[in-house]
């Protein structure tokens, strides 16, 4: 069954087995993804938002929250946020149905200048990476699964597990995505599978 509630510091959704929590740290939006083991929570995704002093932000900046909730298998928490010269939106759904926690996230840069990199950075977990297009994370502990899927007009997104900075998700380099004086989007999803956890 899938539960889920809202203040205004908090975000929940969740099942027996997974839980997404949105919590206002700062001036945005963090998100952990924990499973239950053992009667107990263990993070295995969480965020790393950096600070409102960063060149760039170590993931997307959400200083916006909504709760959707579409129906008794599907919620979707929808956020929003700038920094800077780029607006940021991400839907995450969960959906008890397929078992799936699927993530849309773009970034809206206004005029032709652009970062380095946009990625959605996490700490938490073990995880590996397998080296297939799109790539395919998996999280030792819990079995969880992390897919990268493509997204039409976008070039291919990038996944990568590093043991001292986390998982980066979306675009290390940028010089192949094309850009516009009246501003570029940058579109990468991702979905985390939880029926290794049934």
């Given at each position: 069954?899938?539960?889920?509630s809202?203040?205004?510091?908090?975000c929940?959704?969740?099942?027996?087995?997974?839980?997404?929590?949105?919590?206002?740290?700062?001036d945005?939006?963090?998100?952990?993804?924990?499973?239950?083991?053992?009667?107990?929570?263990?993070?295995?995704l969480?965020?790393?938002?950096?600070?409102?002093?960063?060149?760039s932000?170590?993931?997307?900046?959400?200083?916006?929250?909504?709760?959707?909730?579409?129906?008794?298998?599907?919620?979707?928490?929808?956020?929003?946020?700038?920094?800077?010269?780029?607006l940021?939106?991400?839907?995450?759904?969960?959906?008890?149905?397929?078992?799936?926690?699927?993530?849309?996230?773009?970034?809206?840069?206004?005029?032709?200048?652009?970062?380095?990199?946009?990625?959605?950075?996490?700490?938490?977990?073990?995880?590996?990476?397998a080296?297939?297009?799109?790539?395919?994370?998996?999280?030792?502990?819990?079995g969880?699964?992390?897919?990268i899927?493509?997204?039409?007009?976008?070039?291919?997104?990038?996944?990568?597990?590093?043991?001292?900075?986390?998982?980066?998700?979306?675009?290390?380099?940028?010089?192949?995505?094309?850009?516009?004086?009246g501003?570029?989007?940058?579109?990468?999803?991702?979905?985390?599978?939880?029926?290794?956890?049934?």
């Amino acid at each position: 069954m899938l539960h889920a509630s809202q203040t205004p510091q908090r975000c929940e959704l969740s099942t027996e087995q997974i839980r997404l929590v949105c919590e206002l740290t700062a001036d945005r939006w963090q998100h952990t993804l924990s499973v239950s083991t053992g009667g107990k929570w263990v993070d295995v995704l969480s965020s790393l938002e950096g600070s409102p002093q960063d060149e760039s932000p170590a993931s997307p900046v959400f200083q916006e929250l909504l709760l959707d909730e579409k129906h008794a298998q599907l919620t979707e928490v929808q956020m929003f946020g700038r920094s800077g010269k780029c607006l940021y939106a991400v839907a995450v759904g969960m959906n008890t149905e397929t078992k799936i926690l699927d993530f849309d996230v773009s970034a809206r840069f206004v005029g032709a200048e652009m970062p380095k990199r946009v990625t959605s950075s996490y700490g938490g977990g073990d995880w590996a990476v397998a080296e297939t297009s799109p790539p395919v994370a998996t999280e030792a502990q819990s079995g969880l699964q992390l897919a990268i899927l493509d997204v039409p007009g976008m070039p291919p997104c990038e996944a990568h597990w590093f043991p001292t900075a986390g998982l980066k998700i979306g675009y290390g380099d940028l010089s192949s995505v094309p850009t516009t004086t009246g501003g570029t989007t940058i579109r990468w999803q991702y979905q985390v599978s939880w029926a290794a956890l049934s």
